[in-house]
Structure formats: C-alpha cells, structure tokens
C-alpha cells in the first residue's frame, strides 16, 4: 500500500511538471531545447534591426525560455529589462496570429516598429510579412492580432 501512495505520488507529480512545460510550449513558439527566435537575438532584432544568430556562450532564460545573444552586453542588456526584448505573440507569425492561427515564421522577416518587433512567415507560396505590410494600416492589424492572441496563446500549435 504504502508503494502504491509512493507511485501515485510521483505519477502526479510528474504529470503537473509535464503539464507545466506543456503550458509554456503554447504561449512561445520555442524548439524541443526551450530555445526561442530560432536562436537569433532579440536585442538585435529590437535595438539594431537586424536579424543576427546569437551563441550559445550567451544565453539567457526568461520564463522557462532560452534566448541567445550576440555578446555579452547583450545578454546583459536582455537580463535588466527581459519583457521589452520579448516578440510579439511568443514569436509566431503576426499575419498568421492576425488571420487567427499559429504559424512558425522565418526569423529573417521581420518588421520593428513601435518598440516592439514582429515576425512573419515566408516560404515559396507565402511572404506574410509582404501582406502585412500591403495592408498599409500596422495598427488595425496588430489590434486583431492582440485580440486573437488572447485566445491563440493558450492553445497548441
């Protein structure tokens, strides 16, 4: 009896940490190592406009989410202030969050503007970040997004 209590216990357990990881995996688009933007630099993104490859020598984690910088002063600059280097809706497609799904985008096609940066899927049928910006009105479109995300976030891709 007092084996099987020892069991349940750890199954429960185990179950809530799974479920707890499970949770973080719908908010951010991230691969299986937790990682975030494909390992590209949000401060890069954000205080350079460029799209930049971070490395492994400096990392950073935020909610349970792995971000790779450029340098050390990056990192350092990520760790005072992590929510304002954060991407718009955990990193998934703003077109796509737009249009009300999840899509995992092109780390190189992005757009900053307004302190935030967004990024968008492209491949050969689809340049979301071309419709996006065809659409001529960012702050219609990132009201609808803001809106969907609100739902989307909780949901898995």
């Given at each position: 009896m007092k084996n099987s209590v020892k069991l349940y216990t750890l199954t429960f357990a185990l179950l809530i940490a799974v479920s707890g990881m499970a949770q973080d995996k719908k908010a951010y688009n991230i691969d299986n190592s937790n990682i975030s933007l494909e390992g590209y630099s949000p401060v890069s993104y954000l205080d350079l406009g460029l799209a930049q490859k971070g490395i492994k020598q400096f990392k950073s984690e935020y909610d349970k989410v792995v971000y790779y910088f450029t340098s050390a002063e990056q990192k350092e600059v990520f760790d005072k202030n992590p929510q304002k280097y954060l991407p718009q809706y955990g990193g998934y497609c703003a077109f796509g969050v737009y249009a009300g799904a999840k899509f995992r985008p092109d780390p190189n096609k992005f757009i900053v503007k307004d302190g935030?940066?967004?990024?968008y899927l492209y491949n050969l049928e689809l340049d979301a970040q071309?419709?996006?910006l065809a659409e001529n009105n960012h702050s219609k479109l990132m009201k609808k997004a803001d809106e969907n995300w609100k739902s989307l976030k909780n949901t898995y891709n």
């Open positions: 935030k940066y967004f990024l071309q419709l996006w």
